[in-house]
């Protein structure tokens, strides 16, 4: 079994209430994405591994503002999904192949917003 990969990725935009136009949403979802791609090639992100993992569990810690109710803090975590998926570290992000291990814990930190995600490859 391969060892840990820890990402500390840009705090997204709260999606759980968002009304803004599909357009405008594209833009930052696009935006968030490279700003990953440029973590990645900086050597702040580990490599994707040599085949995406099947089967993982996630974790994760969330750097906010103030602490969110369920719905706001899960809705952040699609776009990080999301970028695992399209960069090679996860088949899918479904059930079936990745699991939460447990809410992400909130941490109120006013100066670095942020989720760090701990990506755990399971059999």
């Known amino acids: 079994m391969s060892e840990p990969l820890v990402f500390i990725f840009p705090m997204p935009l709260n999606l759980a209430n968002s009304r803004m136009h599909w357009r405008v949403r594209n833009r930052e ?3 968030f994405y490279a700003c990953c791609d440029n973590f990645q090639l900086w050597g702040d ?8 993992f099947v089967r993982a569990t996630i974790r994760a810690t969330v750097h906010a503002w103030n602490k969110g109710d369920t719905g706001n803090v899960m809705a952040r975590m699609k776009w990080p999904e999301d970028w ?12 079936k192949h990745l699991t939460w291990e ?3 814990k909130q941490i109120i930190d006013r100066k670095q917003k942020q ?7 399971t059999e």
Do not use: C, H, M, N
């Open 45 to 52: 992100f580990p490599p994707p591994p040599r085949q995406p």
């Open 102 to 104: 447990g809410f992400p």
């Open 29 to 31: 979802k696009k935006a």
């Open 115 to 121: 989720i760090i995600i701990t990506l755990t490859p």
């Open 84 to 95: 695992l998926v399209t960069r090679g570290y996860l088949v899918d992000d479904s059930e």
